[in-house]
Every structure is written in C-alpha cells, then in structure tokens.
C-alpha cells in the first residue's frame, strides 16, 4: 500500500515538472508580431511613461488636479497650445508658432498681449479650433483658481480676455507682463487648450474626467489599461487638420506609451525590442545596453549617451542657516567637492557638468559656457595661497573625468570621446579645483577649528554638522551624488551626513535642513531667457525659513545686485539680446555668492531602439528633445521612418 | 496447547538521545500459556511492563521498542504463528478478525473528527468489503443494540459520548469479528466505579457468548478478582506468580503478590490499608537478583545474587521466590 | 551550558551546522573592526572588480571591497536583530508571565489584544512610520518599533508554559507556602520559561532581520549604516544585476541566506531539545 | 442549548476581529500625529518639481485653496472621532499627490489584484505545503521526505523579498520565459476569453510562486511536525492495530486532525503572508496595493498610504474572520455540542 502510494506520488511529480516544463516555454515563444489584436508591431512606437503606473487612468482632464495621465501620450499627442520653444535646435527653429500664427505680439508696456491663431485647425471630433476655445479655457481656469492649473496665474494677471474675431485674442493685463506668453509656452508643459464644446457641456469642470480626450493633436486615444500600466494611441484619419501636420505625417500609426516598470526591467525590455524609447535610466543600465543591444542609441553617439536636460541640479544650500550664510564657507564647501568622484559616482562619469548656476544643455553651451570661459580662468578667490591670488576654475575636470571613466567602462571605454573639443560638448566645461587646503584656510581665517581627531569646530568650539537631504531610491542618481559628497566633506573632517528624506521637495520648501540635492534652475535650453526661474529670486518673493518658498528660491538667497538684474530682465522684451547680457550678470553673481553649489545638467538616459523605427533625435541631429514625457516630444514623431518595412 | 504461548519474551526500549543511551527493559524474560475461552489477567504496579507485554501480544512492537529474544505463539486451530514473524499483509489479515484489543485510555481511540460508524466502517473495511451501505449500518446496529448502545451513537461524534459510552464503544468495535483473542489493557481504569462494574460485565457477556479468550491488564486487583479465571502477577518486566484467581486471591505465594492482595479493599473491612514500601524499580537499570529483593521484606542473600526460577508449585501455580522454591526444593 | 552546547554539538546534526555557520558569522562579522577602510567610504578600491584572491567578494560600483562591507552589514544586521529580540523579550516575558499566572479575565483581556498584535499586517505599518519619522529613523528607532509590534506570538507561547507550570506541584507548595504571586512568578517560573524564552529569541531575530532587509530594499531604512538589506539597496541603486555586478548582489544574499538557515536550525534545534517530551528522555525519567 | 456553544463562539470572534480592527486603525492614526507631515506642502512642491512654470504670487493663491479642500483643522480628539465617522462611511479621505481622487477609488482598483494572487497563493500554499507535508511526516524515514525537509528548512526562513527577487532574476532574466513585470499584457482587458486567462496567469506565474514556495515551507514544516506527533496519538495507533488502509489512516486520521491546528495557523498567518504579498508586488511590480503602497511612498502621499494600511488591516482582520467562522466545518467538536 505504502509503495503505491507513494508511486502515485511520485507519478504526479513527474506529470507536474514535465506539464510545467512544455507548457511554460510555448508561453514564452508568443513574439510580438501584435501589440494587442490588429495593433502590428512594426507600425507602433513604444514609449515608456515616466509617471510608471497610472493610479486613476480614468482622469484626462489635464486642468484638473491630481490628474496623473498627462505623459500617457495625452499632452505630447493629444493636446496643443499656442507655443512650444524646444531645448534643442528644434524642427526648424526652437521657437515653434503651433497653435498661434505668429509670436506674441505685445503693447509697449506690456499690459495687453495679443495672440493670432492658425486656421483650419480641428478637434478630433470635427469642431474647428478657434478664439473661443482659448477664450474659454482662459475664463474656465480663472472661475477656479487654485484648483484647475495656470487658474492662479491668469487670475494674478488677467484683467480681460476676449477675442477681436474667431482666430484673434486679446489679453488685457492687470500689470505689466514681459513673460505673460510664457503660460502659453511648453516647456515641458503649458497650459494646454481646452475644447469648450466638451467642457462646457458639464455641470464641474474640475470633476469631470475628459473621458475620452478630444483630440487637438494628430493622434487619438484607442484604448488604455484600467490598471493605468499602458496607453493606445491612433494615429487620426484627419491628422492633417493639426498643427503638426506642417511638417508631415506622423509616421507612427499608433503610439503606445507603457509603464515598464523600474530601470532593470526597462533595459531588459530594450533589449527584447518591446520598448523602443526608454525615458530613462540608471547609467549602468545605459551602460549595458550599450554592451548588449547594438541598436540602442543615446543623445550622444557614445559616452555619456544621455540627454541633458536644461535642468540644473546642484547642491542647494540654505543660506540662512549658520555657518552656511557665510560666503566663505559656501566656498570653502564647494572646493572639498572633487567633481570627478561626484560625477562617478552619481553618472558613473556620464554626467555633464557645470560650474556656473544655468544648465549646460542646448544654445546654453554658446551663449553662457562660451562667453563665461575666460571670465571664470580669470576669476580669483580674495586669499592668497603662496603669495598669489587663488584661482578656482579648473578647466582640465571633464578631462579627468573622461579618463576615468574610459578606464572603468573597460570593453566599451572606446566610447568616451578623447578629443577635447568633444568632451567639452558631451561632459561640460570644467569646474572648480579640489583644494582642500584653501578650503581649511578659509575656514580658520572665519574662526573654524579643527579638534585633536581633525574634527572640525564651529567658531564657537561645537562640533559642525551638516546634512545633505537626498530623495533615496526615488531619485537614485542625485542620492548617490549627494552620499559622494556628504563622504568627502567627511573625509575633510566634517561631521556630513546624507539622510534621505521621501519628501524633499517640502522640507526644502519650509527651509528645514542644511543642504538639499535637488534643482531650482531651469531653463528654455532653446531659449537664452532664465527669467522663467530667475523671477522668483527676487528679494520681493523672499520667504525666511520656516515659511513655505515662493517657487525656486529655497536658498533665501538675497542680493541687491540681483534684484536689479531680474528687474532689467523684466523691462525687456523676451527676444532682447540684452536679455543675455544680465543674465551673464546674473551668473557672475551665483559666481562670487555660491548661494547654491552647481554640479550637471540633469541628464536624462533616454535611449531609442533603432530596431523597429529610425531617426530619432541625436547630438548630431538635434531637431527636437527625444525624453518622451516632454510635450516636445510630438516632433520626433514626425521625423522618425519605420526602418524595416514588411 | 492452549491459543497463546509465550516463550522467554525479552522486549527492551532501546532510545539514544543527545547520546545518552538507554536500554529500558521493560519485559525481561516472560513466558506464559493462555487457553482458549479464559479470561487471563495481568496484574501489577504501574510501569511494570504490563501495557509494553500488550503491545508485544498484539504485534504492535514499533522503534524504540525492539524484541530482542522470544516467540510470541498463537494457535487459531491451524498450527502456530509466530506473530512477531509475520509479514505486516499477514499481521492485518489476523488482526480484529483472531485478535483484536482494547488499549488502555479507550478515552482517547477513537478520531475526534470522525462519526462512530465511519470508524467502524473503516475497521470493517479493512478485513472485508462492504457491499451494501444499509446492510452494513444494520449490522452495527444490532451489535451495539446487544452490547446495550443506543443506535443513535453510530451518527454521533466522540466527544458527544460519556466516558462510559466511548468504552463501550470500543469493546463494540473490538468485537465485530468475534475474534478469538481479546486484549484488554486497562479497560476500566478511568471510569468510575459504577460505570466499571456495567462495563466488566458487558466484558463478560461478550465472552460467555463468543467463547473468545480475553487477556486482561490492570493495575486494579478488584477487577482482576471480579473477571478473571486466571491471574498473572508481572512486576518489573517478568512474571513473578500464576495461578487460577481463587489461588492467587487466597492462597499467594510471592510476597508481592500478598502485597497487592492486601491493598485490595474488602468488604466490611476497616483496617487500615498499607501500601507496598519502596518505589518500583527503575527497569534501566534494574536490580540484580529477584528484582523485588529492595522491597521484600523477607529477603535473603540468595535473593541478591540470583534471579529466581518460575517453577509450579501446585495447579497450574506458578511462582519465582526463593522462599517457595527453597521450601520446595528442600521439599523434593 | 556548555555541557548542553557540546551534547547538541554532538548528536544534532542541524544544531552542528548551525553551530558552525553562526560561530563563522560572528567571526566574519568581528573582522569589521580590523577592517581597512571605514564602513562609510567609497571608491577605495577599484569598481566593478569580480571576486578575487585579491577581492574575496569582488568589489562594488561604488568602489567599496565588499568583503568588508558585508563584515559591517552582517554586524550591524546581527544587533539589529539581538537588539529588536532583546526588547520584545521584555514585552513579551511581562504579558506572557502575566496573563499565565494572573489568569481569568484579565488573561482573557491580555490575550485578546495579545492576538490581535499577531494578526495586524504590520508591513503597512512599518511603512508609514518610516514615512512619517523619515531621516529619523534611525536602526535604533527601527528596532524599537518593531520590538512594540512584533512580540505578541512569543508572549502567547510564554503563557501557555507558564499555564503547564502551574500545574505541577511545586507551584502549589509554593502558593500553600505563603509565597506571594510575583515572588512565585520570578523564582519558580522564570526559570523554566528562560530556554523558551531563548528559542523564541532566535526566531524573533530571523523575524525582524528579514523585515529589515523588506524595508531597506525599499529604501524605508537608515540607507548609511550597512546592513543585509541596505547592500541590496544600494546594489539596486545601481543595478547591479542588469550591469553584470552579480556579486554584489549575490554575497549579501548567500551570507543571509546561510545566516538565516543557521539561525533557524538552531531554533528547531533548541526546540526539540527543550521540547518536555524529548527532555523526559534526554534526562532518564 | 445545542446552538449556544456554536453562537458563543462565532460572538467571540467577531469581538476578536473588532478589536484587531480598533486597535489596529487607532495605531494608524496615531503614528502620523506622532511627526506631522503637510500634505498641502507636499502637494505644491511635488507641482514645482515637475517643471511647470507657476508665477510666484499664484503659488500662494493655490496653497490657500488646498487648505481649505484637505480640511485639515480640529483638535486631536475631533479629528480621531471624525476618522472614524469617515471610515463608517467607508471614506479614506482624498489622495494628495491624485488629488481628490478618493483613497477609495485607487484602493478599489487595486484590490482585486492583490486579493486574487494573496488567496490563490496563499491557498495553493496552504493546500500543498499540508499535502506534502502530512506525507513527509507520515513518511518521515524516506529519503525524500528528509530531502523535503531540508529543502523547506533552507527555505523556510528566508525573507520574502530574497526570495522573489531570485525568482525574478532566476525565470525573467536569465531564462527569460515570464514577463518581468506587470499584471496583464498590453491590449488585455478582463473578459473571459483565452487571452485574457493566458495573460493573468503568466503574469501572476511568478509571482505567486515566490509566495508559494517561502509560505509553502512553513506549512510543510508546521505539517511535518504536527504529523509526527500525531502518528503515536491512540486514534491513530489504534487504527494501525486494526489494520485499517494505511491510505485511510494518513488522510482521515492523520493528516485530518492535524489540519485542525493548521486552519488557524492559517488565520494567524494571514498578517505575514499579506506583508510577504506586498513585498512581492513590489519586485514583480504587479499592479496590486503593494506596487500602490510604493507609488505613495514615493509621491509622498500620506494619505494614500494611511488608507492603504486602514484597509490591509480591515482586510485581514475580516479574512481572518472568515477562517474563524470556517473552522467549524473542520472540526465538528465546535459545530455540534
């Protein structure tokens, strides 16, 4: 009886292992030849959307809060407004008139913009775009202000909107307004148009969920995932009767924009050819797609592969808190960073660095990195080290760190450009010195002391600690920059601890911490114009710690100088070449005061499959920014071809 | 011959824990004839090796418990069996049908999740197939319904039974087959006394209409005195008096056994109990000799030294002391 | 308790490998004070480096010999555990004595919240004390937390001894000799509830090191002291597996692992060993 | 009187279940009062990072109308007894970084994901780990019985998160057969159809394996032992003597009674297991409350995961219920008396 049973028992094993080991790989032998039933591969573009899962896939309504489909393809595809100025070169310039028919056109003092709309455009369901859509989009936003988004904004600023005749409006301002067009604007985003015969159908606008979105831009809504993971688009039968169409058909027939879980599974997914646009990555993972799937391309044709986004991160100092008000102790911290390790261990190498408070992505390289150069070889510390000034730019990092990096990449080390012209461009243009030894003397002559372990003491004998706030795993690059940085200041001997913190943004907001890993300058890229951040650096919007920041100034930095130079900015037009000008002025400043460390642009790992579709955007080919969350992104649809045609 | 014959059994405990080795010997040498249709007790102290001789008879001997020397023979009119040599196939076919048992703590026997006549089900099944259900619950019926159970406890659960009914119970299933051979070990012990009596006559009853034989283990010598037609006194792993029950009662030879005898309350009788001084030995490491010697009140050197001889001393009387066998020998 | 300690060693085959690995652990965790580089530096050694004779366990994209970097996270995950198992040692020796002697209802009260703290998903809760406390929390606090959460399945253990105790004789020779309940609690009981009370240790340890490494993995530990689950963290951090720094991954993973079995033969180990029925023959009765 | 024992006992696991209930919501609300966090704060902050541009005198404009729609005012005592009239009315409040989609909405959307791999899993865990088990017990000097248990005991403790993360590694990335990460495949909506069936189960294949095989060890062993215990109780002793099937013995003997034990291992278990679910969906990113439970951490929408661990409490304390309620059929000692 015993050895029956325990036959069965044994026969049911072997059944189960052999069931599981044929069955299972006719699962995994399914290849991709549909993206869902009649969605053929080669005729789709995948993307990943960078939000990941969508927790109420259901919400459309862009204006609405809370909404959290916007990079589903709803505001690169779907949505338009009047302008998009692209970081790059952009399709033909990066300024593109796209709704509007020209650019802004203001009055004298800028009280009163007036924007001309295109003709012939339509919504997906056949309704023609016109001035009453912008009319009411405007009017609707300002009846809820606070809770549909730019509602504050034109509530602050509009006195009137209304429209001269259906491709002409008007907007009469409260105050004057040099910047007033930049709400209508992408960036990465803008207040987008809404259709006034869907919207004002319904009884609350900030309730209803624009299921399914009308369309303004070629592509409609197909289908999506009530679990939020993935978003159809089809390309529309009319997509000629969009803004787009100025430059050709978008070639894709459907886009499809999918949550591909974290970065390991993202490259994984590349290299099985199921996601033809990673928004992106961590750099190994860059790294190994390099090694292994041939048709994965970067910005950058090699190292570091990635796209700088005009986006700045730097170490950003709370400049009311002790010692950090001390200017000579923001320097002081600034020369104990070696660059080199920093951007190893953030970037591994990959990054593309900045001494100076603006990004160095796009037309920034020539307009500010170029004409600062020989400025900043210039530029003296006021102490004397060996009897002559002391001068902290130091041009040679990014070579250093191209070296470093060419050892450490092994097998694909080829990769890392050795012309110096080219590191330039890819990795930045220096940055400043390692000089821990200036940076002691700095120290002592403000009344720091170092204790019998090397320890340093604030001038009253305390020990001096300091925090550097970093986001953790949600944030992975900058929390390893940050933890580098925090090693190094230790190693000088001071108390430096990195503590991640999940909501930085906040205590960053209220002040509550030394120094933060985060960003507070952004740019155009496209655009030589910084008052988009610069506006709110000024004393006027200065909060103190403990009160909650005014948009970008988290360091409560106040300066004289600066208030005058946001001022001129203010006075001119946003296409005055004076505009550049102050803003060098405005880059000597951060220069001198250090009110935050700059370190890279934000570099993004977006990288395309050229396995199904080619012509993405590159270095070479700048035509638009390839990271697929950004409304810009619309272009590159235009541009890519089908590289295997069946 | 009579239905059982055991021959110089010898059934140790053998267990190594942690390293510490033991070898308990809980039967050391015992050898007895039991004759058909007889009701034959086994008495003793607690852990005298009453229950492991049980499990030996009915050829239940699993590790640590081994066999290490002996037979165990049973005659069912077709020559004798050695049912410590059996085959675990042939061992089930005798069971319940030749021998069956009734186990000390009857209480706890029977599955707490499992209806009385799916129990007996499961017994009947095992020996023979069950062609009709109704057929089948009728049988049981009517052999509780003689066994003075209500039917109504075939569609009950254990713990819906006294403890009373559970025994009765048991007997019931261990008599399905009206086996030859009974194996009582402790049957009445946690009952009380009515209970008891009702429960030794059921025993009785059963086999004054089976003719089976039926072996009897209690500590209990009013039981014994009630039931038995003959007694076998064990202490400490061995035989030490046999003897039809009226000779055991009223005519004991082993000081032991007077012991027990005394303990047993009478009738009418006020005096004073005493009960055996010493504790039972430890059968890992017993004493040398007659292994009654340290409590023996009559002990002489021999008594140390040498294991005394079962002899017969008159009917069927058996007894190991020296102070019979001298008296004998010198007798002789 | 030596003599115990070499029996076991000697006839459990579970208890002699657990023994051997745990004993090893400690040791290669006590090499982290003759460690050459300090637990929190990086880039001391080259990145990326496979397991060597010169790195025995390779070396990580942050430049860190991981050899010596486990020695840290092992010791630090070790006290985590001790110290997590210590303080819900208290808790659970105070409700479970308790409610074993006090009996009626305040047992019933004691065992009722008793077991509603063995059902209550305590991951949730974890999580949001780590996401409200964030740079606070330190291992510490962590441990803290989780010794007030996770004691409840240990003091019901204790209970049910100290229930059998009272049973035996010589807790009513103590009642009917005057001895007040507390007196009775600490010097009769205490000692025969002390080996489970051991073995429940251990088995808290296995709990909370593997919370610990659940919580870390998603960055909701103190992410600068090295510990198992911190490793991971950071080996995630920079994808370790995709990039092909499998060892990075795989060391804290094989030592865990090795650890965990060890710890959890020991406990089944010392189980069975205080186990009344295995007692009774181990001592002869 | 027949019914009164059953009713009796049915009434002191309802108690059972609210007070795990209470005690557990009331820990929830503590712990955020404990280091307040500012969920409107959080909200504008996460509005400011994603780049989009807001003139700074709109900013204050917007801080002002979400204070007013969190409704975060009251002392310590009306809030407690507000979040309990707001969970009687099974509202978990809005979630701040999908604000105002109700905590509810996302929870329901998640719920049946994460319900349907914990109970699947945890019942082909619960079933097979007894099964083998109860036969490696039953049949303890096998040799695979023994392999079994050394295997399980190697298992048996390793944290849920090792263990999910090398099945990971192990079935999607060095041998790619299942998908990495998510629920359904792209274009797979619920339907009955052949599709949508082959999709969730891929998906779910993994996933609930990693459960399986670390909750299926701990029965196995908690079987093992049981059976081996209760091989030498009378019952089955007894059975033996009588020569009942050796096949009637292990199953409606042994393995039957030693279920008991484990029916309300598996309502104590519950808890752990729905710890080792979350963990789970996490790795796998499966769309269940686990991978919600990351999203909020990482939106930094408290109230989200407030909700999420309100819920996971009710949740468990009601399964647990039910197996409570359950067990009655397994044991007839509690039904009939």
């Known amino acids: 009886m015993m050895s029956k049973l325990r036959g069965k028992f044994l ?43 969508c927790e109420n896939p259901d919400n459309f309504n862009r204006w609405a809060p809370g909404m959290t489909t916007y990079s589903t393809g709803l505001q690169q595809l779907a949505l338009d407004t009047l302008w998009y100025i692209d970081p790059d070169a952009g399709i033909s310039t990066p300024w593109d008139n796209s709704l509007a028919a020209t650019k802004p056109i203001y009055n004298k003092d800028f009280t009163k913009m007036t924007a001309k709309l295109r003709r012939g455009i339509y919504w997906s369901d056949g309704v023609e775009f016109t001035a009453d859509d912008l009319v009411y989009t405007v009017e609707t936003c300002m009846a809820h202000p606070g809770v549909l988004a730019y509602g504050a904004n034109f509530e602050v600023f509009v006195d009137k909107v209304y429209k001269t005749d259906d491709y002409t409006v008007v907007f009469e301002l409260k105050k004057p307004n040099s910047r007033f067009h930049g709400l209508f604007t992408v960036r990465w985003s803008a207040c987008f148009i809404m259709p006034k015969h869907i919207f004002e159908k319904v009884e609350d606008p900030v309730a209803f969920n624009f299921n399914p979105p009308v369309s303004l831009g070629p592509y409609v809504l197909k289908d999506y995932d009530k679990a939020g993971n993935w978003f159809l688009w089809e390309r529309r039968e009319d997509w000629q009767r969009t803004s787009l169409a100025r430059y050709g058909m978008p070639q894709p027939k459907y886009a499809l924009y999918i949550n591909p879980g974290p970065s390991d599974k993202r490259v994984m997914a590349q290299i099985k050819h199921d996601l033809d646009v990673i928004h992106d990555i961590a750099p ?5 797609l390099a090694k292994k799937n041939p048709t994965s391309k970067g910005w950058f044709k090699g190292f570091p592969w990635a796209h700088p986004d005009p986006t700045l991160p730097a170490l950003i100092l709370n400049n009311e808190r002790y010692p950090l008000n001390i200017k000579d102790v923001r320097w002081a911290l600034t020369l104990l960073i070696d660059i080199v390790d920093v951007s190893l261990a953030s970037y591994k190498g990959a990054a593309t660095i900045s001494a100076i408070a603006v990004p160095p992505t796009g037309g920034y390289l020539s307009w500010y990195f170029d004409s600062m150069e020989e400025w900043l070889g210039d530029f003296t510390l006021d102490i004397d080290i060996d009897g002559k000034p002391f001068h902290p730019y130091d041009p040679s990092a990014t070579l250093r760190i191209a070296e470093r990096a060419r050892k450490d990449l092994g097998d694909i080390g080829s990769q890392v450009p050795t012309d110096p012209a080219e590191i ?62 925090a090693e190094q200041w230790r190693k000088f001997g001071i108390d430096a601890k990195p503590v991640v913190i999940k909501l930085l943004w906040q205590s960053m907001s209220y002040g509550d911490g030394d120094a933060f890993m985060a960003w507070c300058i952004e740019t155009w890229g496209g655009h030589p114009d910084l008052f988009w951040f610069l506006e709110s650096w000024h004393s006027d919007y200065y909060k103190p710690s403990g009160e909650p920041v005014v948009f970008k100034n988290p360091m409560r930095f106040k300066n004289a100088e600066l208030d005058t130079i946001i001022e001129g900015i203010q006075g001119l037009d946003f296409n005055d070449p004076k505009c550049l000008e102050l803003g060098l002025e405005y880059v000597k400043v951060c220069v001198e005061e250090m009110p935050l460390i700059p370190l890279m642009s934000y570099n993004v790992f977006t990288v395309c499959d050229e396995y199904y579709w080619e012509g993405f955007p590159t270095f070479e080919n700048p035509y638009t920014n390839p990271v697929p969350n950004w409304a810009n992104s619309k272009y590159m649809f235009t541009m890519i071809r089908p590289k295997t045609v069946e | 011959m009579g239905i059982l014959k055991v021959e110089n059994l010898k059934a140790y405990y053998m267990t190594d824990v942690y390293g510490t080795k033991r070898t308990v010997r809980a039967i050391d040498g015992i050898s007895v ?101 109704g057929d089948f619950m009728r049988q049981m019926r009517d052999h509780l319904g003689k066994l003075g159970l209500p039917r109504e406890v075939l569609k009950a659960y254990p713990h819906h039974l ?144 040498e294991v005394p001889p079962l002899i017969e001393v008159g009917d069927r009387h058996k007894v190991a002391c020296f102070l019979v066998s001298k008296e004998s020998g010198d007798g002789k | 308790m030596i003599s115990t300690i070499k029996n076991l060693y000697e006839h459990d085959r579970r208890f002699r490998f657990a023994f051997i690995v745990i004993i090893g652990i400690i040791i290669f965790s006590s090499l982290s004070f003759f460690s050459p580089y300090d637990p929190d530096s990086s880039y001391d050694v080259p990145s990326d480096q496979s397991p060597s004779i ?120 103590a009642v009917y000799s005057g001895m007040k309940s507390l007196p009775i609690t600490l010097k009769e009981h205490l000692p025969f509830v002390m080996p489970i009370v051991f073995a429940t240790m251990i088995n808290n340890m296995l709990w909370s090191m593997g919370l610990e490494v659940s919580l870390a993995v998603l960055g909701l530990s103190d992410i600068n002291t090295p ?48 186990d009344p029925r295995t007692r009774l023959l181990r001592m002869g009765g | 009187m027949k019914h009164g024992f059953f009713f009796r006992y049915c009434l002191q696991r309802v108690g059972q279940c609210l007070l795990v209930i209470f005690i557990g919501i009331t820990i929830t609300f503590i712990i955020p009062r404990l280091a307040p966090t500012d969920p409107v704060e959080s909200a504008i902050a996460t509005a400011n990072m994603s780049g989009q541009y807001t003139h700074p005198e709109a900013v204050a404009e917007i801080r002002r109308a979400l204070t007013e729609l969190y409704g975060l005012e009251g002392g310590i005592f009306e809030q407690y007894f507000n979040f309990w009239k707001r969970l009687l009315k099974a509202d978990l409040g809005p979630s701040y970084s999908s604000f105002p989609t109700p905590v509810m909405d996302l929870i329901r959307r998640s719920l049946p994901w994460t319900v349907g791999l914990l109970l699947t899993s945890a019942f082909i865990a619960w079933a097979i780990g007894n099964l083998i088990g109860g036969l490696a017990g039953y049949f303890s000097q096998r040799g695979w019985a023994r392999t079994l248990g050394v295997f399980c005991m190697a298992i048996r403790p390793t944290p849920y998160y090792i263990m999910a993360f090398v099945i990971l590694a192990l079935f999607a990335y060095i041998l790619p057969i299942f998908p990495l990460s998510g629920g359904l495949a792209i274009g797979v909506h619920f339907s009955f159809t052949w599709r949508f069936i082959t999709s969730l189960l891929k998906h779910a294949f993994l996933p609930s394996l990693s459960l399986v095989i670390v909750s299926g060890g701990a029965w196995f062993l908690g079987m093992n032992s049981l059976v081996s215990n209760i091989v030498s109780e009378d019952y089955v002793v007894y059975a033996e003597m009588g020569g009942v099937s050796n096949r009637n013995i292990l199953f409606r003997y042994v393995m039957r009674n030693a279920l008991l034990p484990q029916v309300t291992g598996l309502a104590l278990q519950l808890g752990m297991i729905f710890n080792g679910a979350l963990i789970t969906e996490y790795v796998f990113s499966y769309p269940g409350l686990g991978y919600l439970t990351y999203n909020a951490v990482f939106s930094g929408d408290y109230g989200l995961i407030i909700g999420i661990a309100i819920f996971s409490i009710i949740g468990v304390a009601l399964a647990i219920l039910i197996i409570d309620l359950a067990y009655p059929l397994f044991d007839p000692r509690i039904r009939h008396r």
């Open chain 1, 11 to 53: 026969l049911v094993m072997v059944v189960c292992i052999i069931a599981t080991w044929t069955v299972l790989p006719a699962f995994a032998a399914e290849k991709m030849l549909e993206v869902a039933p009649g969605v053929l591969r080669h005729e789709t573009l995948i993307l990943e959307n960078p939000t990941g899962r």
């Open chain 1, 284 to 288: 190994e993972g860059m790294i190994t």
């Open chain 1, 424 to 485: 330039k461009k890819a990795l930045g243009y220096g940055w400043w010195k390692h000089a821990p030894d200036v940076a002691e003397k700095l120290l002592l002559r403000n009344g720091f002391t170092r204790d019998k372990a090397g320890k340093w003491l604030l001038p009253d004998g305390t020990p001096w600690k300091i925090t550097i706030a970093v986001e953790g795993p949600a944030r992975p690059i900058m929390t390893r920059g940050g933890t580098m940085i």
């Open chain 2, 33 to 133: 004839e039991i004759k058909e249709n007889e009701i034959f007790g086994i008495a003793g102290e607690s852990s005298c090796g009453k229950t492991t001789f049980m499990k030996v008879l009915s050829g239940a001997v699993k590790p640590p418990l081994t066999v290490v020397g002996g037979k165990v023979l049973y005659n069912f009119g077709n020559g004798s069996l050695d049912i410590l040599s059996l085959q675990k196939d042939e061992l089930r076919k005798i069971r319940w049908k030749s021998i069956s048992c009734i186990l000390q703590g009857s209480m706890s026997v029977l599955n707490p999740v499992r209806k009385i006549y799916k129990t007996f089900r499961d017994f009947v099944e095992a020996h023979q197939k069950i062609e009709k259900k």
């Open chain 2, 162 to 305: 006294s403890g009373g009914m559970k025994q009765r119970v048991t007997i019931a299933l261990a008599t399905i087959f009206k086996p030859s051979v009974i194996i009582a070990d402790e049957p009445t012990t946690a009952l009380d006394v009515i209970v008891q009596r009702g429960v030794l006559q059921l025993l009785k009853e059963i086999q004054k209409e089976q003719k089976n034989t039926i072996i009897l283990v209690t500590h209990d010598m009013a039981v014994h005195a009630n039931i038995a037609d003959r007694i076998a006194i064990m202490y400490a792993g061995r035989i030490v008096e046999e003897a039809k029950a009226g000779d055991i009662l009223e005519n004991s030879l082993h000081p032991y056994t007077q012991h027990l005898i005394d303990s047993l309350p009478m009738i009418g009788d006020k005096s004073h109990r005493v009960s055996i001084p010493g504790v039972p030995p430890n059968l890992a490491n017993p004493p040398s000799g007659c292994r009654f010697h340290p409590r023996c009140s009559s002990v002489m050197g021999i008594c140390r030294e």
């Open chain 3, 54 to 173: 010169k790195y025995f366990f390779g070396t990580s994209s942050r430049g860190q010999d991981i050899f010596w970097k486990m020695t840290f996270a092992i010791r630090n995950s070790l006290l985590f555990g001790i110290s997590t198992a210590l303080l819900s040692r208290i808790i659970s020796i105070l409700v479970g004595l308790t409610a074993g002697y006090k009996g009626g209802i305040g047992d019933r009260i004691l065992m009722s919240i008793n077991d509603s703290f063995i059902v209550i998903p305590i991951l949730p809760l974890l999580i949001l004390f780590n996401f409200i406390f964030q740079e606070k929390m330190s291992l510490f606090l962590l441990s803290l937390i989780m010794a007030c959460l996770g004691w409840a399945w240990d003091a019901r253990l204790i209970r049910s001894q100290v229930l059998s105790l009272k049973e035996r004789e010589f807790t009513r020779t």
């Open chain 3, 227 to 274: 510990t198992i689950g911190t490793t991971i963290y950071w080996a995630n951090q920079h994808q370790a597996l995709v990039a092909g720094v499998w060892w990075w991954i795989a060391a804290p993973i094989a030592i865990s692992t090795l650890l965990f079995i060890g710890l959890y033969l020991l406990f089944a180990s010392l189980n069975q060993y205080i």
